[in-house]
T-cell receptor
Framework: DTEVTQTPKHLVMGMTNKKSLKCEQH?????MYWYKQKAKKPPELMFV???????INESVPSRFSPECPNSSLLNLHLHALQPEDSALYLC??????????????FGQGTRLTVV | GENVEQHPSTLSVQEGDSAVIKCTYS??????FPWYKQELGKRPQLIID?????GEKKDQRIAVTLNKTAKHFSLHITETQPEDSAVYFC??????????FGKGTMLLVSP
């Protein structure tokens, strides 16, 4: 199984809503990531989890709250988002490799629209 | 942090031609150099990668070459086909497995 599964595929939410994005992998990867991708732009790293601990937060606003409840799951909790937060949110996972030379597998993404 | 530059931003070729995309990076500690293909509305998918202990790697019509001294690596696609049309990203690592994506190259292959 080389799949990273994200749900939902599409999400429309109001600026006062609270919602969560979910990501799951069963490849035994111990590093998991959230990326944000705006149209016609490259993916931008948001968060990195290593062994279920947050290791990197790329100065992401607190209205985005990540959570890694276990080694297979990664969530992104959303609250009080702005329309400019509308984007494709990609989850990825990889083996935890101190040398850093390991492939990242991406989920199909959640297309988020904030209205 | 890693500075990544990717050129060209768009590339139009005729079917059967070759395409070359170049990526330069700044972090001399980078040791992993992947190329991702992203079709419209889909996830980025790894098409080829190279590690810093080799200079070239080939997989059928796709190859990647690495020049660590000059800090650049390139994607080569031969005998291009319309289904190669997509956005291609280089994404060298920058410590701790985090990838820094280039701005992308839109490749258009005309029949």
């Amino acid at each position: 199984d080389t799949e990273v599964t994200q749900t939902p595929k599409h999400l429309v939410m109001g600026m006062t809503n609270k919602k969560s994005l979910k990501c799951e992998q069963h490849m035994g990867h111990r590093a998991m990531y959230w990326y944000k991708q705006k149209a016609k732009k490259p993916p931008e790293l948001m968060f990195v989890y290593s062994y279920e601990k947050l290791s990197i937060n790329e100065s992401v606003p607190s209205r985005f709250s990540p959570e890694c409840p276990n080694s297979s799951l990664l969530n992104l909790h959303l609250h009080a988002l702005q329309p400019e937060d509308s984007a494709l949110y990609l989850c990825a996972s990889s083996q935890h490799n101190p040398s850093g030379d390991t492939e990242a597998f991406f989920g199909q993404g959640t297309r988020l629209t904030v209205v | 942090g890693e500075n990544v530059e990717q050129h060209p931003s768009t590339l139009s070729v005729q079917e059967g031609d070759s395409a070359v995309i170049k990526c330069t990076y700044s972090d001399s500690a980078s040791n992993y150099f992947p190329w991702y293909k992203q079709e419209l509305g889909k996830r980025p998918q790894l098409i080829i990668d190279i590690r810093s202990n080799v200079g070239e790697k080939k997989d059928q019509r796709i190859a990647v070459t690495l020049n660590k001294t000059a800090k650049h690596f390139s994607l080569h696609i031969t005998e291009t086909q319309p289904e190669d049309s997509a956005v291609y990203f280089c994404a060298p690592n920058s410590g701790y497995s985090t990838l820094t994506f280039g701005k992308g190259t839109m490749l258009l292959v005309s029949p």
